[in-house]
Each structure stands twice: as structure tokens, then as C-alpha cells.
């Protein structure tokens, strides 16, 4: 028993009715299906992982009663900020940094910062002509 109701509950499995927005080519053909990425569709009873005022529109009017066909360009404009995918593709992010790492070190720079101030070195004991044998 899950439920301390008095009465008989009846849980229903909303997750079919569950998704998260996506784009595909195959829009229309996806949207009725029960996959957890897929545009959203009037059968659908909550849209997560919309990320601006465009997709929400997108959304809300693909959820209604009288749906609107799937296009699968809008869908990219209005969902996708600017066209662009969301995330970056996997080790986009790595090579961005090797390529400032490069840039850097062409221009001489080092470090993280590459600016600043540069600290004089502390002299070792040894080369300040103290040996290791009188410390």
C-alpha cells in the first residue's frame, strides 16, 4: 500500500506524457512516440529543459487541442538559441582551451592569467652559496 487514503488510489504512469524538448528531422513521426527527447505534441502533459521565451512559445502551441504540423527548421530557431544546438558537441570544450593554450604560448605568454606582474624567483640555499652540509 502506497497511499494512506481512506479510499482506493489508482496511480496512472504519466511518463509516456513526460519529455524532454528536442528537435529531429523526423519531428512528426517522433512527436507521437514515447521517446524522453522529442518535439512536443499535443498529448503531452509537461515539456522540460525549455531554455528561453521562444521555446516556451514553441511549446505551448504545439501542446494545444488543435496542434500545428511539425516544421522541423522553426523548431531549431525558436528551441535552439540563435540555430545552435545547446550544448556543445563532446570535447568541443577541450579543444576551444588547447587552442588559447596555443595562441598563448605563441605569444609568449605563460600561465594561466598570461598578464600581471612577474614574481622574482626565490634563491635556493645552494646557489646562494650556502651548501646543504651547513643548514
Known sequence: MVSRAPRTVHYIDIGPLVHDIACHPQGERKRRGGATYR???NSSVL???LKGPAAFLFAWEHMQPE???YEHERCKQQVYRNGAPKRSPP???????EQR???TAAKGGGGRS???RRRRR???PEAAGV???NR
Open 39 to 41: 518535439p512536443p505534441a
Open 47 to 49: 515539456v522540460h529543459n
Open 67 to 69: 496542434t500545428m504540423p
Open 91 to 97: 570535447g568541443a570544450r577541450r579543444e576551444r582551451r
Open 101 to 103: 593554450a596555443v595562441a
Open 114 to 116: 598570461g598578464g600581471g
Open 122 to 124: 626565490k634563491e635556493r
Open 131 to 133: 651548501s646543504s652540509s
